[in-house]
């Protein structure tokens, strides 16, 4: 991998980036993370949605003895309960009448409404910041969610909604704080590291965003469209940034060791040019330093060959 990001590398300075490699790259990357992730389970209490891991809302108890919520149930499509991952029968086969075949459980949900008031105010509140968010109204989305937090401070999705509605409002401060607050929630779910990769990304800060993309691919049972678009974008400007200087980076973002983009051979090659007595050892004996732009080599070749010329002119 690191020898292909080296070569993408070189070829961004010598000419423009072939997409079509960048994405056999991005693939290549997501499939190796896939193959090694881990079966993924949800981890919540007795009294928490298997799925959404949140207060229990119109709860339905599935075959294996866990609970989750009536809504939850019918937007799953894989048929297996994501805690323990015992299958159970589909509800009704017709979705348009489904609804009306799921029997909530009374008793969990009069417990729920007696010890859990609070919290099930702050996901009816939740979900009329989503309505109003759907709608385009973010402004009054966001006191929606900020009204639902106060309610219910320990609710990983409605912060990691407010984190986006943060992002849509260019709050990129609040929207990162309140991505991180969902991660520290429940650091088991991915989707709040997509937020996270989201607002890095609008801050030029790409070598950390894609690390958040990876943390949630790995929490994932799949690359969604998104994700996988995201990751693209963020490895492609990564590779096509010139990164000359550490003080070239953008503000914001962590030194990326050039190592990890270049391979000393790579360089030596393009300086030679096919010429061995051409080659300049200064980047090699200076150590470390990344490689240099088409600009920089030809200036290199122009000093070699003036050299070469004078040299030609005293002993001619």
């Not at 070829?11 to 056999?24: D, G, H, N, Q, T």
């Amino acid at each position: 991998m690191k020898e292909a990001i080296s070569v993408l590398c070189l070829c961004s300075k010598l000419a423009s980036l072939p997409m079509e490699s960048v994405r056999e790259l991005v693939d290549s990357l997501i499939d190796n993370y896939s193959l090694h992730g881990s079966k993924k389970t949800c981890h919540t209490d007795a009294w928490s949605c298997v799925y959404c891991a949140t207060v229990l809302m119109e709860p339905v108890t599935l075959a294996c003895g866990h609970t989750c919520c009536k809504k939850c149930l019918m937007k799953d499509l894989t048929g297996v309960c994501k805690k323990c991952g015992s299958k159970y029968e589909p509800i009704e086969d017709d979705p348009i009448d489904e609804a009306e075949h799921i029997k909530v459980s009374i008793l969990v949900s009069d417990l729920a409404n007696k010890f859990w008031v609070e919290d099930l105010k702050a996901v009816n509140l939740r979900n009329e910041g989503n309505r109003l968010f759907q709608r385009g109204e973010v402004t009054a989305s966001l006191d929606k969610y900020s009204q639902a937090l106060r309610l219910a401070p320990d609710d990983h999705l409605t912060a990691s909604n407010r984190s986006h509605a943060y992002y849509r409002s260019e709050l990129y401060d609040e929207a990162l704080e309140d991505a991180n607050r969902s991660i520290e929630i429940k650091p088991d779910w991915g989707k709040s590291y997509f937020r996270k990769g989201m607002v890095l990304a609008a801050r030029e800060n790409h070598d950390e965003a894609l690390i958040a993309y990876f943390q949630c691919l790995i929490l994932e049972d799949s690359c969604s469209k998104a994700l996988r678009t995201e990751i693209f974008k963020v490895i492609y400007k990564l590779i096509s940034h010139r990164y000359n200087e550490t003080e070239d980076l953008p503000q914001g973002s962590s030194k990326i060791e050039v190592k990890f983009f270049s391979q000393p051979d790579l360089r030596m090659d393009v300086c030679k040019g096919g010429n061995d007595s051409e080659s300049d050892d200064s980047e090699e004996e200076n150590g470390g330093q990344h490689l240099g732009t088409t600009l920089k080599i030809k200036q290199n070749r122009k000093m070699l060959i003036a050299k070469k010329q004078k040299a030609m002119q005293c002993f001619g």
